[in-house]
């Protein structure tokens, strides 16, 4: 008996299945008994019924964000001016935009290192150790952790000492809600990575570390951005650890140590003033976020592609 290579071969082997129908056999799902056939058909509706209810909530997310926000957005001079005072109009959140990836960027660079470092541990020398298991049972348990409270721990550490508010205590917070999908997913790559590769490298002299450098995170550098990707598209719509560190700010700051307003916090206090100028700000920058959370998400599936071609 072979390998099952075709989903409906029922334990046969494609051989097998095709001598049986050439040999006159109906293997067709009339042949099927009434009530397999019929349980079949219900569970391919309830299949198709929950993929909806993921969907169509979608799809009137992305409508209503679009139709609410587009008006004010096709302005230029919303990306280079700051919000109007309240009551009146023709403003912008351009500060809010350069706030954003300031914050993502610091993020970033502090999670990526940490990240793909303890990921490397986990896959190539921590194997059934006590310490890798406590590392990745505190990932699964940092992934669960509400996001206002990676932003309690941000200024716990950070704009408590400094006495401020600023970007780096942000980016910070931001790099606390990333670092469990980085190292997760960049694990995961590395073990995807045949180990023959590995004794071959070893087998022509290689040490441990040169291989991992020169063989094993080039071979699996497609997917370990693919997760640094999508750890940043988590991160790029989150507001609440960011009101409790950067705060935010009406002026343009390029400065880390300084508060920063950034997209996720401009929307909150956008959304609650009552004011139809600002909240149309509000809606215009709502789509600009989900864009570039979009943008990501499609960035990482585009790497994914690329990898399994």
């Known amino acids: 008996m072979g390998t099952p290579d075709n989903q409906y071969s029922f334990g046969y082997d494609s051989d097998s299945v095709a001598s049986a129908t050439d040999s006159g056999f109906d293997i067709s799902e009339k042949t099927m008994a009434p009530h397999r056939r019929i349980m079949g058909r219900v569970l391919t509706i309830l299949t198709m019924v929950f993929a909806a209810t993921v969907i169509i909530p979608l799809i009137w997310v992305l409508v209503s964000v679009f139709q609410k926000g587009i008006n004010s957005l096709i302005f230029p ?6 919000p109007p005072p309240p009551g009146l109009s023709e403003g912008g959140f351009g500060h809010a935009i350069i706030g954003t990836l300031m914050t993502l960027g610091i993020g970033t660079l502090i999670s990526v290192p940490f990240g793909v470092i303890a990921a490397i541990y986990l896959a190539e020398f921590g194997r059934g150790t006590r310490l890798a298991y406590l590392v990745k049972f505190s990932c699964n348990v940092l992934t669960g952790v509400p996001a206002i409270l990676c932003g309690l721990f941000a200024y716990a550490i950070v704009v408590m000492p400094l006495g401020s508010f600023s970007a780096f205590s942000g980016g910070v917070a931001l790099a606390v809600l990333m670092l469990p999908i980085i190292i997760r997913s960049t694990e995961e790559a590395l073990l995807l990575v045949p180990n023959e590769l590995r004794l071959a490298a070893m087998g022509i002299g290689a040490t441990k570390f040169e291989t991992i450098v020169q ?18 598209a988590r991160a790029a719509g989150e507001a609440a650890p960011l009101l409790f560190t950067s705060f935010n700010n009406n002026f343009w700051a390029t400065n880390v140590w300084e508060p920063v307003a950034t997209l996720p916090v401009l929307i909150y206090f956008f959304s609650i003033i009552p004011y139809k100028a600002s909240q149309s700000l509000a809606w215009a920058a709502a789509l600009m976020l989900l864009s570039i959370v979009l943008l990501f998400s499609i960035l990482a599936r585009y790497l994914s592609r690329q990898k399994k071609l």
Do not use: E, R
């Open 77 to 82: 001079d919303i990306f280079t001016k700051l």
């Open 215 to 232: 063989i094993v995170l080039p071979a699996a550098l497609t997917s370990i951005i693919t997760g640094i990707v999508l750890s940043v």
